[in-house]
Nanobody, 116 residues
């Protein structure tokens, strides 16, 4: 059973930093690309960043380029999202995702709130 556990969210002031973690189980983590998405109420989930199984970053949203960095540790079955220079518009629930054989698997999400 594919599972993700996201953590690291919270309340941070504008300009601050957070590092999100997503630990996976139930599949061969090192074989698959992993993505971070985010969602705010009333909006579709937005792709934030994607990293291949080999650790190559293949996609990231224009709104986070230069501020967010995705990385992974295959030995720990964990993907990270380092978020710097946070803005109020980064407030969202952040999810990790893997697509295996056309099926999308999601974690439960972690809330990030950027506010003074």
């Amino acid at each position: 059973q594919v599972q993700f556990v996201e953590s690291g969210g919270g309340l941070v002031q504008p300009g601050g930093s957070l590092r999100l973690s997503c630990t996976a189980s139930g599949f061969t983590f090192s074989r698959w690309s992993i993505e971070w998405y985010r969602q705010t109420p009333g909006k579709q989930r937005e792709l934030v960043a994607r990293i291949t199984n080999a650790g190559i970053i293949t996609d990231s949203a224009d709104s986070v380029k230069g501020r967010f960095t995705i990385s992974r540790d295959n030995a720990k079955n964990t993907v990270y999202l380092q978020m710097n220079s946070l803005k109020p518009e980064d407030t969202a629930v952040y999810y990790c995702n893997v697509k295996i054989a056309t099926v999308d698997y999601w974690g439960q999400g972690t809330q990030v709130t950027v506010s003074s």
